[in-house]
């Protein structure tokens, strides 16, 4: 049955909970997922007793003040996890958000939480990890930490991916990124400027190197497949030349690419333009620029090719910014 609390109702019994982790968390260990006498209970406890200690290390906070005003509106649906520490605390296993919203938002001083007994370390950090990319909101090298750690346990990389229910490369993206990108990738990473394959590549540059590539893909000046598609030079020259010369290399394509822009913007405006060209440049109907056309309301064709009237594009957005017409 439902527990009432004077915070609100818990839709969530006991079982439930079991069957929820049960469905969400696999463990290689014989009998590790036997929840029964008493490894799981619901119990009201004081949030001032629960020690968060989550590999997440960021939290929106307009995020947490939605879920503050859902909880203060229809209830803690789904309690957060804690395991008992042995001094009357309890270590926070998933539910940081939760916890936060209703300690930090809404003052709660009591909490209920489903407890979990006999909970080791690389348990606990595969629930976090379980629970966390099934939200997908941390970030790469933040679950390339929780990985590590229980790589350091004892735990392997495949069995890792199993339990959390990801791929090896999956896995391997996320702690190359953790153990080698650089406070400006992760920066990158952030924004969503860098997404998680590149980052990987990027994490086998030195901090210098990714620094001065990172830095080419916020300027606009390289794209980050453009990027991706050099870091095999890259990487493998950086044994061999300076960071300067790396610098200059970088820049190098860069300057390239600006040119290319350049040579393509220039013959796209000097490109001649006929009535289909326009309609797609001002995005109206093909048969109002014909109408334009037979009132005479475009200035004078700049040319014709094969008899039909063609306009520059300089001439055609000049005049579509004069007159107001849609698309300038």
């Not at 439930?16 to 006498?37: C, E, K, L």
């Not at 044994?239 to 860069?254: M, N």
């Not at 000097?270 to 001002?282: C, K, N, Q, S, V």
Request: with cysteine; charged share 25%.
């Amino acid at each position: 049955m439902a527990w009432q609390g004077r915070h609100g109702t818990v839709v969530s019994t006991v079982r439930t909970v079991r069957d929820r982790h049960r469905a969400s968390y696999r463990d290689s260990r014989p009998g590790s997922h036997d929840h029964q006498g008493g490894r799981v209970r619901l119990e009201t406890i004081p949030t001032a007793a629960i020690v968060a200690d989550n590999y997440r290390e960021t939290f929106d906070p307009d995020a947490l003040r939605e879920l503050a005003d859902s909880i203060a509106a229809s209830g803690l649906a789904m309690p957060p996890t804690v395991a008992p520490r042995g001094d009357g605390t309890y270590l926070l296993v998933d539910g940081e958000r939760r916890l936060r919203a209703c300690r930090d938002i809404l003052g709660w001083e009591t909490i209920p939480a489903t407890i979990r007994e006999a909970m080791g370390t690389a348990e606990r950090l595969a629930l976090q990890l379980t629970a966390n990319v099934s939200r997908r909101d941390t970030l790469p090298h933040e679950d390339g930490a929780a990985i590590i750690a229980m790589m350091d346990g004892g735990e392997t990389l495949e069995n890792v991916a199993r339990r959390i229910g990801k791929g090896a490369r999956w896995c391997r993206d996320r702690v190359d990124i953790a153990r080698g990108c650089s406070p400006a990738t992760f920066d990158a990473i952030r924004t969503g400027i860098v997404g998680v394959r590149l980052a990987a590549t990027l994490s086998r540059l030195d901090h210098n190197r990714q620094r001065i590539a990172v830095a080419a893909v916020v300027s606009g000046d390289l794209t980050p497949s453009e990027l991706a598609a050099k870091v095999d030079k890259l990487a493998a020259d950086q044994s061999a030349e300076s960071v300067e010369a790396f610098a200059f290399a970088i820049e190098e394509w860069s300057e390239a690419k600006r040119e290319t822009v350049a040579r393509e913007t220039a013959a796209a405006d000097t490109m001649p333009l006929g009535r289909t060209e326009i309609a797609e440049l001002l995005n109206v109907r093909t048969a109002t620029v014909g109408q334009w056309i037979t009132r005479e309301l475009l200035p004078p064709p700049d040319g014709r090719i094969s008899g039909s009237p063609v306009w520059h594009r300089e001439t055609v957005t000049a005049w579509a910014t004069e007159t107001g017409r849609t698309g300038a």
